[in-house]
T-cell receptor
Framework: AQKITQTQPGMFVQEKEAVTLDCTYD???????LFWYKQPSSGEMIFLIY??????QNATEGRYSLNFQKARKSANLVISASQLGDSAMYFC??????????????FGTGTRLQVTL | DSGVTQTPKHLITATGQRVTLRCSPR?????VYWYQQSLDQGLQFLIQ???????AKGNILERFSAQQFPDLHSELNLSSLELGDSALYFC??????????????FGEGSWLTVV
């Protein structure tokens, strides 16, 4: 079974600063994908970034980057130059990549990020 | 805009009633997932369909059922509703069913309130 752990229930960051949201995962499967989603107070679930377990380089998408440390089983999200609009709940999720069976996303409990002036 | 469309966005209904939530996946996506998000349970996987067939089942109650139609849209039916069924229900879609590096995009969710 897969498990995602997000140990920071809440985080504060000042506008224009960088912030790291922690995520550790547990799986015995060698092939998997790691995702980060943003959920603003309006409720929608917005895809931010994806990292495959065999990807050689850390994923980046604009101000978002994923600090992937496979040996430590961690996939931390780094948000650079925080903006007020980044205030939201952030979820880390994992999906095992199988060739023959269906595969669902397993989510962590989330980290609520508050960006302050 | 993720390209995944869910209707209705908000729904208030009484206990014991039945509702249907509808989802249209992104163009080209064959796999549809349903998730329930409640305050006490977090994000729970309910069920997955791929090209019209059920592929995986999660913590879906027997009072709930779903299907995916030939045009790939999906419906989640919730019956004999209880107060505890109040939650945000998400539909998501992806190209494949098995992971293969494809990302999963979520709709805006359907807020269900049971009174």
């Amino acid at each position: 079974a897969q498990k995602i752990t997000q140990t920071q229930p809440g985080m504060f960051v000042q506008e224009k600063e960088a912030v790291t949201l922690d995520c550790t995962y547990d799986t015995s499967d060698p092939s998997y994908g790691l995702f980060w989603y943003k959920q603003p107070s309006s409720g929608e679930m917005i895809f931010l970034i994806y990292q495959g377990s065999y990807d050689q380089q850390n994923a980046t998408e604009g101000r978002y980057s994923l600090n992937f440390q496979k040996a430590r089983k961690s996939a931390n999200l780094v948000i650079s130059a925080s903006q007020l609009g980044d205030s939201a709940m952030y979820f880390c999720a994992m999906r095992v990549i199988n060739t023959g069976t269906a595969s669902k996303l397993t989510f962590g409990t989330g980290t609520r990020l508050q960006v302050t002036l | 805009d993720s390209g995944v469309t869910q209707t209705p966005k908000h729904l208030i209904t009484a206990t014991g009633q039945r509702v249907t939530l509808r989802c249209s996946p992104r163009s080209g996506d064959l796999s549809v997932y349903w998730y329930q998000q409640s305050l006490d349970q977090g994000l729970q996987f309910l069920i997955q369909y791929y090209n019209g067939e059920e592929r995986a089942k999660g913590n879906i109650l027997e009072r709930f059922s779903a299907q995916q139609f030939p045009d790939l849209h999906s419906e989640l039916n919730l019956s004999s509703l209880e107060l505890g069924d109040s939650a945000l229900y998400f539909c998501a879609s992806s190209v494949s069913a098995t992971g293969s590096g494809n990302t999963i995009y979520f709709g805006e969710g359907s807020w269900l309130t049971v009174v």
